[in-house]
């Protein structure tokens, strides 16, 4: 049995190795009558593709997306959905004297542990590059939440709060500045130094670690369920299911552990006849299901296994070796995370969308 599947009514099925032809996904659960083109899902790809700037990989792929079915002039037509993206620039080659060493921090070891078979060109399916799926689907998800009035003013915005021993100043969130500068940085004066950290980390042939936060904004209070598929608990769960993702944080997250509960409860206050939240330590999720506020969700990415610098491993006979790692690699896998965890976001809350909606017509 292969997982490559998540969702449940809005199900999202990627397909795809990072040195294959293609990449891609099938999006099925996607109501019929949604306006969808091409145009819609490529400016998300194109934030996400490698080769924009000198801070992410320098592999250059177009990443231009096609859409192979479910969509009849430009609107769904209620089947799945076949997104491509073609690989048009892999270097295969560039991985051929790792085809019998361990790469110290990739899944190589598990993976020929559980299938006894592997791809050593670049990751294959637990590569980055199967993220190409995960950001087309969002884009489909985003265009469905903005079909119904109840979701139409959903917003989702991602930036990287910290890169390295640099943290962004946390009272900072300038969504405009998240788009101007190369590392989706919200923080606009924590820049300058970010970048020097990941200039030096590239210069002595290593990588960095860092902080992603993500707040969705607009969401209806009623989202999830209180026992067995908690909103939190999916979010929680699919953001760790992401490439590198080391831990996650929903609210106040593990600060909260510090925290009475005069300090962490969030307050309410009457206006215009429902609840105001005066704060928003919860992240705005209360007993698995949302509560209207943002959704507020923080993911640390651990940093890029793939560095130059020589490291002890193993070969495929299990003998002592070293490795130093070639090729095209990110120096920080959670700048381009942004527009992932962005599109994981869009899914997780079309489907939950779509259940809360098919519950209550049911």
Known sequence: MSMNTFGKLFTVTTWGESHGPAVGCVVDGVPAGVPLREDDIQPALDRRRPGRNSAVSPRNEADAVRILSGVYEG????????????????????????????RPGHADYTYTVKYGIRDPRGGGRSSARETVGRVA????????????????????????????PVAADPAVWNEQAIDTNPLFCPDPDAVPAMVRELDRARENGDSLGGIVRVQATGVPAGLGEPVYDRLDGRLGGMFMGLNAVKGVEIGDGFAAAGQTG???????????GAPDFLTNHAG??????????????????????????????????????????????????CIRAVPVVEGMMWCILADFFLLDRARRRG
């Not at 939440?145 to 959903?154: I, K, Q, S, Y």
């Not at 005069?262 to 215009?272: I, K, L, Y």
Request: glycine share 12%.
């Open 75 to 102: 609107t769904t037509t209620g089947h799945p959905i076949c997104l491509a993206v073609e690989n048009a620039n892999q270097r295969s080659k560039d991985y051929s004297d790792l085809a019998r060493l361990f």
């Open 137 to 164: 689907a969002g884009a489909v998800a985003r265009r469905v939440l903005g079909a119904f009035p109840e979701t139409g003013d959903v917003a989702v915005r991602a930036g990287v709060v910290a890169l390295g």
């Open 262 to 272: 005069s300090v962490h409860n969030d307050a309410m206050r009457s206006r215009d």
């Open 284 to 333: 705005g999720v209360l007993g698995g299901i949302s509560t209207g506020s943002p959704l507020v969700v923080r993911l640390a990415f651990k940093p890029t296994p793939s560095i130059a610098g020589q490291q002890r491993t193993v070969n495929a006979d299990f003998a002592d070796a070293t490795v130093a790692v070639g090729g095209r690699h990110d120096p920080a896998v």
